[in-house]
């Protein structure tokens, strides 16, 4: 079985200041989460070794102090994410995802005319 490499919710607080673009040191990426998480500088070492081995972000060579950026762009990880909880929550069936959308009314008018316009678009591409 292939192994997941889907963001975890600890790492997705880091990967959003990588995306953000640039690169971050360990203690950047540290005070700029502290108030949100309270992490330690040993929490974000731990976090940013293991993005490293899946591959979601990665040292710049040569830097030193050690510095960072996203290796996963945004809009794989989102897909990524989008896949998982499809699966995992409602059989890969979209429409359903959809359906418990509109139950919950959580969808504004605009949001709605949005998604009309993303389906209809989608039809005439041949989906």
């Known amino acids: 079985m292939e192994e997941r490499k889907t963001v975890t919710d600890s790492e997705w607080k880091i990967m959003e200041l990588l995306w953000q673009g640039g690169t971050w040191t360990m203690p ?4 700029a989460l502290a108030e ?14 293991r993005m490293c081995r899946k591959g979601s972000a990665e040292v710049v060579a040569g830097t030193s102090p050690m510095q960072y950026r996203a290796r996963l762009p945004r809009g794989e990880a989102v897909r990524q994410e989008t896949q998982s909880v499809l699966r995992k929550v409602f059989g890969g069936r979209s429409a359903l ?8 009314e959580t969808l504004t008018p605009e949001e709605i005319d949005d998604l009309v316009r993303e389906l209809e678009n989608h039809r005439k591409r041949g989906g």
């Open 97 to 104: 995802l959809i359906h418990s959308l509109v139950e919950q």
């Open 28 to 31: 950047e990426i540290t005070r």
């Open 36 to 49: 949100e998480t309270g992490w330690s500088k040993h929490t974000v070492i731990s976090l940013l070794k």
